[in-house]
């Protein structure tokens, strides 16, 4: 819950102006092979199978990596703790224009989705504003879009 907290905080910090991101010039296709590599021991632990795919690898842009880590590490770690399951498949693309005024990261992984009724509730739900009228199971397939 303290993470939670956290990492909610640092989101107003950031919005505020508050926060710094330390950004470099980063090449993203690099970028998702060293944050794979990084991380093999996790993945292989979790029995995660990640496919990646990049239909450009020549995009940079200006980014900070340690935060961009945490985004992704996050997403990892939902993969594993919403499944149903003892191994995931995620697909990781990078895609983009040829010129590099477009990039677009897609994660998708084989677990349990956001019913699209559910997404106008979703942060109301997740910060626990709301009553929550679901099943504990329902409960565990909800959590946060980025």
């Known amino acids: 819950m303290q993470r939670l907290t956290d990492n909610l905080s640092a989101f107003v910090h950031l919005d505020s ?46 980014l900070d990596v340690s935060q961009m880590d945490r985004v992704f590490a996050n997403l990892l770690e939902n993969t594993v703790k919403y499944r149903n399951k003892n191994e995931s498949v995620v697909l990781l693309c990078l895609q983009g224009t040829i010129d590099g005024e477009m990039a677009e990261i897609e994660f998708l992984d084989d677990g349990p989705v956001i019913k699209t009724r559910q997404l106008a509730h979703i942060l109301t739900v997740f910060t626990g504003e709301a009553k929550l009228e679901q099943s504990p199971k329902m409960e565990a397939d909800w959590g946060l879009p980025l």
């Open 17 to 62: 102006g508050e926060f710094v991101l330390h950004k470099h010039r980063t090449n993203l296709a690099v970028y998702l092979k060293d944050f794979l590599e990084k991380n093999m021991l996790f993945l292989e632990q979790n029995n995660i199978h990640v496919s990646y795919q990049a239909e450009v690898d020549d995009i940079e842009i200006n």
